[in-house]
C-alpha cells in the first residue's frame, strides 16, 4: 500500500541535542512538507520541497533543518537552537504544487524534549 | 495573507445530531479547498475537497460548497455517529502555500 511512513512515532531528547525525525513516502509524490502542530492550535509549515536537492523555509523554520536527497525522503533535524521544540510533527506529500492536489499526511512523531 | 477561520470548539453533540462547523476563507487568488479529519494521535486524513466555486465535496456523509459569494465552506453531516468524534481542519491552497484553520474538537456522545 502507497503511504507515509514516520518514525519514530514518539521520540524524548535532552535539552541541547539535536534530534532527526524521519519521513519516508512511496506515492511517488514530488511535493513534500513539514508541519508542528501544538495542542489546540492548527498546522504550521516549518519547511518544504518541490523537488529533489531543493527545499524553502515556511513560517517557523528557524531552529530547524532539514534535506532533499532522495524523492522519497525528508528528514527533519530539530537543532538545540529551537527553543521550544516540544510538540506534534507531521509530514506530508503531494502531486505537486497545483492548488488542487491535496496533501497526504504521515501518522506523525511526538516530540518530547525533557 | 491567504486565510482560514473556522468556529471554535469544542461542539458536543449527541448521536443523530446534525453538524454544522463554519469555515470562512481569505484569499487573494483561486484556492481549493479541503476538509481533513485528524483522530487522537494520528495525521490528518483528507475528508472532502472542492477546487472551485460552486463545487460541493462529499465523502462518509459528509458534505461542504464552495461558496465564492460568501467566502465560505461550512462543513455538514445530517446525523452524527460517536465514530465521528475527532477534530476537523478547514484548509486551503493556492499554488503551493496551504493554510489551516485551527481546527473544531467534534465529541458526538451516545
Known amino acids: 500500500d502507497g503511504g507515509i511512513t514516520q518514525s519514530p512515532k514518539y521520540l524524548f531528547r535532552k535539552e541541547g541535542q539535536n534530534v532527526t525525525l524521519s519521513c519516508e513516502q512511496n506515492l511517488n509524490h514530488d511535493a513534500m512538507y513539514w508541519y508542528r502542530q501544538d495542542p489546540g492550535q492548527g498546522l504550521r509549515l516549518i519547511y518544504y520541497s518541490q523537488i529533489v536537492n531543493d527545499f524553502q523555509k515556511g513560517d517557523i523554520a528557524e531552529g530547524y533543518s532539514v534535506s532533499r536527497e532522495k524523492k522519497e525522503s525528508f528528514p527533519l533535524t530539530v537543532t538545540s537552537a529551537q527553543k521550544n521544540p516540544t510538540a506534534f510533527y507531521l509530514c506530508?506529500?503531494?502531486?505537486?504544487?497545483?492548488?488542487?492536489?491535496?496533501?497526504?499526511f504521515g501518522p506523525g512523531t511526538r516530540l518530547t524534549v525533557l | 495573507g491567504d486565510s482560514v477561520t473556522q468556529m471554535e470548539g469544542p461542539v458536543t453533540l449527541s448521536e443523530e445530531a446534525f453538524l454544522t462547523i463554519n469555515c470562512t476563507y481569505t484569499a487573494t487568488g483561486y484556492p481549493s479547498l479541503f476538509w481533513y479529519v485528524q483522530y487522537p494521535g494520528e495525521g490528518l486524513q483528507l475528508l472532502l475537497k472542492?477546487?472551485?466555486?460552486?463545487d460541493k465535496g462529499s465523502n462518509k456523509g459528509f458534505e461542504a460548497t464552495y461558496r465564492k459569494e460568501t467566502t465560505s465552506f461550512h462543513l455538514e453531516k445530517g446525523s452524527v455517529q460517536v465514530s465521528d468524534s475527532a477534530v476537523y481542519f478547514c484548509a486551503l491552497r493556492v499554488n503551493n502555500d496551504m493554510r489551516f484553520g485551527a481546527g473544531t474538537r467534534l465529541t458526538v456522545k451516545p
Open positions: 506530508a506529500s503531494s502531486k505537486g504544487g497545483d492548488s488542487g492536489n491535496e496533501q497526504f
Open positions: 472542492a477546487t472551485k466555486a460552486d
